[in-house]
């Protein structure tokens, strides 16, 4: 995956204290902006969509998978 691109809650002044995602059909991987070089996170595109709508729900409702 090469099309990373930085969190869209990163404001300039936030330097390189955020996260990068990048995305295939299937997959997601997520990175530290400040050591792009190092390991990488990748999951299956399902599993990080729930993760995401997980994250904006309220706190002890989650979902339905």
């Known amino acids: ?3 990373w691109r930085k969190s869209s809650y990163s404001g300039p002044d936030d330097g390189n204290e955020c996260v990068e995602i990048a995305t ?3 997959r997601v ?3 530290d ?3 792009p070089a190092r390991a ?4 299956p ?6 993760f995401l709508t997980a994250m904006t ?3 002890g409702n989650p979902p339905p998978r």
């Open 1 to 3: 995956m090469d099309n």
């Open 24 to 26: 295939s059909t299937t």
């Open 29 to 31: 991987a997520v990175r």
């Open 33 to 35: 902006t400040k050591a």
């Open 40 to 43: 990488t996170l990748t999951f």
């Open 45 to 50: 595109r399902a599993a990080f969509t729930h």
């Open 57 to 59: 729900e309220p706190e």
